[in-house]
């Protein structure tokens, strides 16, 4: 039945989130839109439903796009009906209708257990990895702390991408002065407004560095090692640094790190960040990605970067007026060691151990240099579209092989048509693999590439039968 009722919009709890990002009190928003205080309160306690005309000042006033507001919160519920799922509440059955009503009634109390319940996840997942490896209880180190809090902004800065867009413009506009390209423009504003020179030089001067700042001769140097794509980016980092300093230290001053080391650390993402609005400002490159579907090749070429570069950037189109498919990353060597972790939206692994060798990102140095995709389905039922290669790492030290790592990208598979990547594939009814967590933290069986048993069950092994898994284990209790 359609009535009148079934159609209107109660959106109080994704209201009152964008006025709590904004930084807004309900009196400030309420002048903004034109209406009561009273009337705000009642829609953000979903006593009045949003009108069309509201909903119109909303878009206008703050550059919203209306389709995030009227998006439900499955993110959200994802996320919760996870952390539930895991044993510590088992018998504690939370239904569906109760999920959507923290989340839609209470956002800011829902974002609370989230954290509280990463942190113990944290905390648990290091003492699992101090038993295996017979040391004390990890601490975090500066690097999980600065993960942590790219992660909670959704790996978002609005503030440097709109820096970033900014000095990519300025350097535009000097472009035909002093040639064609990126290159030419930041050499000659860092001279210009900044006394700063640019000199390449031999691997063997170099010795370890890829890129030093000579603070005395105020030159930056750069190894000869570095291909063009890097070379462009360190020149990024430097204008980063050079223009914006003080702002990019107040932001890790801000931060309140635990330590120095972290502060510092951040500052060095942050930059990296702010370096990467520069060679691919958000709306060019947002537009560019929608256009190519998501074609890391066209885009490389496009805005003259790296494979990893333009992959890493896919990760942080989150701008609530022009949002790009919400993409996961992952970076692994070899041996499997995870160098990074990203995500604009959910991710499906865990933040400890290595990812399931199930996943095609780990079969990615078969076949250097080619995209191999994948659809593949986590332990809650979700399915999520992935494709990966290999990349070359920045700069060598003599004993490392090209291709010596893999990146790969994800997203839920409801986004997947969007993507070049999976055209041509059934999406509908799609051939998925199961995959799991790191193989102590995974419950899945039988699986025939387990490497150990889940650290919480009793491995089952007799004489009489044998499995396809080497690590049978028992079921729980």
């Known amino acids: 039945m359609d ?79 996870e952390a539930l799922s895991d044993p510590l509440f088992k018998g504690l059955s939370v239904p569906r209708h109760e999920l959507l009503q923290l989340i839609e009634e209470a956002p800011g109390a829902a ?72 290159e030419p423009a930041a050499r000659q504003r860092l001279a210009a407004k900044h006394d700063l020179g640019v000199r390449t030089l031999p691997a063997e001067v170099m010795v370890e560095w890829t890129r030093r700042f000579d603070l005395h001769r105020r030159r930056l140097l750069l190894s000869e090692t570095l291909g063009p794509s890097s070379r462009a980016f360190a020149l990024a980092y ?42 691919m400002p958000y709306a060019a490159f947002q537009r560019a990605a929608e256009a190519t579907g998501y074609d890391l090749a066209r885009l490389q070429a496009r805005f003259g970067v790296s494979y990893e570069q333009a992959a ?25 060691n995870i160098s990074k972790r990203y995500a604009a939206g959910a991710f499906p692994f865990s933040r400890f151990g290595g990812a399931c060798p199930r996943w095609r990102l ?22 999520w579209f992935t494709f990966a290669r290999t990349v070359e790492r920045q700069g060598h030290d003599g004993y490392g092989e090209a291709h010596d790592l893999a990146v790969g990208l994800g997203c839920e598979l ?24 790191a193989c102590r933290l995974c419950h899945r069986h039988p699986c025939a590439e387990r490497a150990a048993a889940p650290i919480d069950r009793p491995l089952a092994v007799d004489d009489w039968s044998k499995s396809v898994s080497p690590y049978p284990f028992a079921a729980a209790n």
Do not use: C
């Open 3 to 81: 009535t009148a009722t079934d159609r209107k919009l109660f959106l109080g709890a994704r209201l009152k989130r964008l006025r709590r990002d904004l930084s807004l009190t309900q009196t400030a928003m309420a002048a903004d839109l034109g209406v009561s205080p009273s009337y705000l309160n009642h829609i953000e306690r979903n006593q009045r439903p949003v009108s069309a005309q509201l909903l119109l000042r909303l878009a206008e006033t703050y550059d919203v796009d209306l389709r995030t507001l009227n998006q439900g919160g499955e993110a959200d519920e994802a996320r919760l009906a």
């Open 111 to 182: 974002d609370a257990l989230l954290r509280l319940y990463r942190a113990f996840d944290d905390q648990r997942a290091r003492a699992r990895a101090a038993a295996d490896t017979g040391e004390g209880l990890l601490e975090a180190s500066p690097a999980d702390w600065v993960r942590e809090y790219v992660q909670a902004r959704g790996n978002h800065f609005p503030e440097l991408d709109q820096m970033g867009e900014a000095l990519a413009d300025a350097l535009a506009a000097d472009a035909p002065a002093h040639g064609d390209g990126f």
């Open 238 to 279: 430097q204008l980063a640094l050079a223009e914006h300093g003080p702002a990019l230290n107040a932001m890790a001053e801000a931060a309140n790190a635990p330590d120095a080391q972290s502060r510092s650390l951040l500052k060095v993402a942050l930059t990296n960040t702010l370096a990467a609005s520069i060679l």
């Open 312 to 336: 890493h950037r896919l990760t942080t189109l989150s701008r609530p007026s022009a949002r790009g498919v919400p993409f996961f990353l992952m970076r692994v060597d070899q041996a499997g």
């Open 362 to 383: 780990h079969s990615a140095f078969r076949t250097p240099g080619r995209i191999v995709t994948q659809i593949i389905e986590t332990p809650d039922g979700n399915r």
């Open 414 to 437: 409801r986004h997947a048509h969007r993507l070049a990547y999976a055209r041509g594939l059934d999406l509908e009814q799609p051939q998925a693999t199961p995959i799991g967590p």
